[in-house]
Nanobody
Framework: QVQLVESGGGSVQAGGSLRLSCVVS????????MGWFRQVPGKEREGVAS?????????AESAKGRFVISRVNTNTKNTVYLQINGLTPEDSAMYYC?????????????????????WGQGTQVTVSS
């Protein structure tokens, strides 16, 4: 079992930056791959980026260049970060982190919400123009 708690969201002006955090507790073998997703009301949840335990990463096309995913692993907990730079109003969404047992190796095929078993409660990002 894995528990995920996100933080770091907020209201910012366009052009600003945010760093979202996700604290992961529980069996580290259940979180070999971590992902960040985002969702706006009325739309499907969209994969943003993923990172494996060995720090290999994948970014959705829409996230390349402005988003950076990273993780810090310790003996007691793991933390996954999503740095977002150059925020635009189109980045406004609820951002979720998620975990899955197996490594992410198939790019956008693995970065789908139905590929992840564990989810946090989300953190809201609102960008004003």
């Amino acid at each position: 079992q894995v528990q995920l708690v996100e933080s770091g969201g907020g209201s910012v002006q366009a052009g600003g930056s945010l760093r979202l955090s996700c604290v992961v507790s529980g069996d580290p073998y259940d979180s070999r791959c971590m992902g960040w997703f985002r969702q706006v009301p009325g739309k499907e949840r969209e994969g943003v980026a993923s990172i494996n335990y060995d720090d290999t990463t994948y970014y959705a096309e829409s996230a390349k260049g402005r988003f950076v995913i990273s993780r810090v692993n310790t003996n007691t907990k793991n933390t996954v970060y999503l740095q977002i730079n150059g925020l635009t109003p189109e980045d406004s969404a609820m951002y979720y982190c998620a975990a899955r047992l197996s490594r992410c190796v198939r790019g956008n095929v693995d970065l789908r919400s139905d590929e992840f078993a564990y989810w946090g409660q989300g953190t809201q990002v609102t960008v004003s123009s």
